[in-house]
Every structure is written in C-alpha cells, then in structure tokens.
C-alpha cells in the first residue's frame, strides 16, 4: 500500500485533485493524497464490476480509486474514474450499501451529468475552471503529457460547481443506481442505507456536514423513494459470497493499514475470512516492527489462497520495508508472474530489482508498468534511480522533471526538464515529455509574475 501526496495548487494532475478535494469539502486544504494498493484497487473493482456493466460502463475502463480522507465523500469528475474517501469506505457496513455508492456514482456518468457539466462550463466565459475540468479528464486516465498542456489554475466557485449535482440528478442518480443494482444481482436495500447514512446531516450547519451532503444534496423524498423501491421489488436477492469477501477484504486491508495496531489486533478475531484475519494480522505486526510475526501472518494468507498475487505483492513490501532484498525480490517475483498485467505489482517487482542491484532489468519491468498506470510518482522516483545508475542522465532528468510536476512543484521540474532537453536526442520520446514538462513550468512561472 503507498499513500502519494500530492501537494501543490501547480501540479498538473495534482493540481486538479487538490482544487476537486477543496471543492468537494468546501474546506480549504493544501495537499490530497492518493491511496494506491493494487489489492484494494482490485477489490473495489470485483464490487463495482455488476453495476457498471448493468450501467452499460465498461469495468475495464472506470476505475475505483481511493482518496486517504477520513471524511465520508465520493465523486466523479470524468467518466474514467469514480474516486471513494477512505473514510466512506471504513464507514460502511456491508457490500451493498458501498456497492451503492458505486452504483450512484456510475449513474452520474452513464446519465451524462458530467458531460452536461462540461458543456456547462464551455458556456460560461466566467468560469476559470473549463481548462481545469479537461485537465481532470486527461489526469485521471494517467495521462500526464495531455494534461500538462491544459491551463492550470481555476477558481473554487467554479470546480464547487462543477461537482455540486442538482436534486434532480440525485434523483435521476438514484433510480438509475437502483436498477443497475438490482440487474447486478446487489441488495437494493444498501441505497437506503446509505441515505439513512447521512439522514439528518441537511439541519447541521454547513462546516459540519459530511462532504457527501455537499456535493449530493438529500431529501426525504429521495430515502423514500429509495424505501419504496426496495417494497415495491420484493424479498432481497440471495446473498451474495464474492462481494462478502471482497468488502471484508478491502475493508480489512484498509483498516489495518489506517487504524491502530491494536484497533485492528482487538477486533480481528471476528473476522470470518481465515486468509482476511490472517492478513489484517500480518499488517498489524508489520505496523509494529515485528518482522517474524508478520510473515506468519501474510504466508499463512498465502496458504489459504496460494495463487493470489496480491498476498505475494503484500510480503513483497513487507520483506522491502524491512530492507530483505532477496526474499522481497522473490516475492515480487511470484506476484508478477500470477499478475503480469498488473502495473502496480509490475513497479514492486522493478522496485525490488533495483534494490537488489539490477537496474536494468528494473527499467524493463517499469516501464511496462509506466505504460499501464502512470499516475505513481513512487515509480518515477525509482526510474530516475535506474536511469541514473545506467548511465543514461537525460533520461534520469526528464523522468525526475515528470515527478516533481506530477507534485506541484513545477519550478524544480521545470530545472530537470530544462537539463533534460538538453542532453536528449532532439524529438525522442524522453526529449518530448521533457519538454512538455518545462512548457508547463515556463507558463507556471508567467502566470506567478501577473
């Protein structure tokens, strides 16, 4: 699991999170952070996959990213991602109320709300936030070098405006989420316990309502509706084992890496999943330095489910956190090979080479990772790490000028790339998003001058 800041008002895509994390709060805030887990990432998309094929969303393109807050939000700003708090998620106490959330959230895009916002936005001259608008398309689909040519900056009122929805669409949302649920097999009843959720939040005062309530305007009329659904629809459908499993996994994994060690230590014993329990446990060791127990923990996980990467992807980091290259790399190594395509297991792996003393063979295996998902400014820092002890400085550069701007910090990226222009060869792949980086930074830095 990795948490990436991204801090500044400048970055390109970082920019677009912080300002879409303001908006959504209504509260001012100076750094967002990312939660990348590929275990969690993949978790999310085995309980969204049922809604967004029933909402006509194809699972392999919409992804289910995590923002590290505690407070209870999710949105949407395009229609490639839907991003979940943390804090909604660990909130929520059962598959169907957060398959809910999914499902409400999928609704907004595949009903055009978004794209109408978009239009919205065009039409208003006013409105510093169209630019911003397109570069959050561009950033959430990974791709940097789009976004980096988009303007930046934009104001509050606008991005607030974008993401605030109208009743209407709340309640077009709902009935649409409803019957995607109920296509996907999901207990309908999980919508009405998401509204009994925030019921109530509409009479506090403003700096006190969960975001949620913010950007999803609630009625009575819409826990209603969502009540009357589910007696006009007859008895539940079955249970259903998969989204048990994948919540109380995602939910676990979380936890564990975001509550205490004893919170976690406490309460484990009621987990009903073997591999769960022994994972929540092994996490919880590891947060306490006690490396023996927390391999107990995470090979008897890989006992009960011996073919599962992310177990493997899990001792990996474990086993690198605690400096044990070898076996790390062993790990990441058996990860890869039941996860080929995955792009975050594929950085481990590299991350792992590298530390083990083979760059080169660690730029391979990043850069197959760099084309799948290139939204990780972890696996940029270790590219620039293997392009330096390769010998090849301009690659070293222009990958260190593609980090710092993905953080904001334009002025430091725009050194690099002004470094790695100059020792590239002229129109190479390198030279061009070098290049794109320091256009970025100079416009950056006209801007900082008005």
């Not at 303001?22 to 309980?47: F, K, N, Y």
């Not at 459908?237 to 230590?265: E, I």
């Not at 090979?337 to 950085?347: C, E, K």
């Not at 760059?359 to 799948?372: G, I, T």
């Amino acid at each position: 699991m990795a948490f990436v800041p991204i801090r500044s008002p400048a970055s390109i895509p970082g920019v677009i999170l912080a300002f879409v994390a303001w908006a959504a709060s209504a509260v001012p805030s100076a750094a967002v952070t990312m939660l990348r887990d590929a275990d969690i990432e993949h978790g999310l998309t085995q309980l969204a996959s049922g809604v967004l094929q029933a909402s006509g969303l194809n699972p392999r393109r919409v992804r289910v990213l995590v923002i590290d807050d505690s407070s209870l939000n999710a949105f949407v700003v395009d229609n490639r991602a839907i991003y979940l708090h943390s804090g909604l998620i660990l909130k929520v106490r059962d598959p169907a109320t957060l398959q809910a959330v999914i499902a409400h959230e999928a609704a907004h895009i595949a009903n055009g709300h978004i794209v109408r916002r978009l239009n919205n936005l065009r039409a208003a001259r006013g409105m510093a936030g169209l630019g911003m608008a397109l570069a959050v398309a561009a950033a959430a689909a990974g791709g940097g070098q789009a976004a980096g040519g988009i303007a930046v900056g934009t104001s509050s009122s606008a991005l607030r405006s974008f993401l605030m929805h109208t009743r209407a669409e709340e309640a077009s949302a709902d009935r649409s989420a409803l019957a995607y649920m109920r296509s996907a097999g999901a207990d309908p009843r999980g919508m009405a316990r998401l509204h009994e959720l925030f019921h109530g939040q509409e009479v506090l005062n403003v700096s006190r309502q969960d975001p949620y309530m913010q950007s999803h305007p609630l009625t009575r009329d819409r826990i209603r509706a969502a009540q009357a659904y589910v007696a006009a629809n007859g008895d539940a459908p079955a249970a259903n084992p998969d989204a048990d499993y994948w919540f109380a996994r995602v939910q676990g994994k979380l936890s564990a890496f975001r509550r205490s060690p004893k919170w976690t230590m406490r309460r484990v014993e009621q987990e009903r999943f073997t591999d769960v329990r022994a994972m929540r446990l092994a996490v919880a060791h590891h947060r306490q330095r006690d490396l023996s127990a927390a391999l107990r923990g995470v090979d008897a996980a890989i006992a009960a489910r011996p073919e599962d990467p992310f177990y493997f992807d899990l001792k990996g980091q474990i086993l690198m956190e605690h400096r044990k290259w070898a076996e790390a790399l062993a790990a990441y190594r058996t990860a890869q090979t039941l996860a080929p395509g995955n792009p975050q297991i594929l950085a481990g792996f590299g991350r792992a080479l590298l530390a083990a003393g083979h760059p080169r063979d660690a730029l391979e295996v990043m850069e197959k990772a760099r084309l799948r998902d290139g939204r990780d400014p972890r696996l940029l820092r270790d590219m620039s790490i293997a392009y330096a002890r390769t010998g090849q400085t301009g690659m070293a550069a222009a990958v260190t000028a593609e980090r710092y701007a993905s953080q904001g910090r334009l002025e430091d990226a725009g050194i690099h790339a002004r470094r790695a222009v100059a020792l590239l060869p002229e129109g190479s792949a390198g030279w061009q998003r070098a290049n794109d980086v320091l256009l970025a930074s100079e416009r950056y830095g006209k801007r900082k001058k008005r």
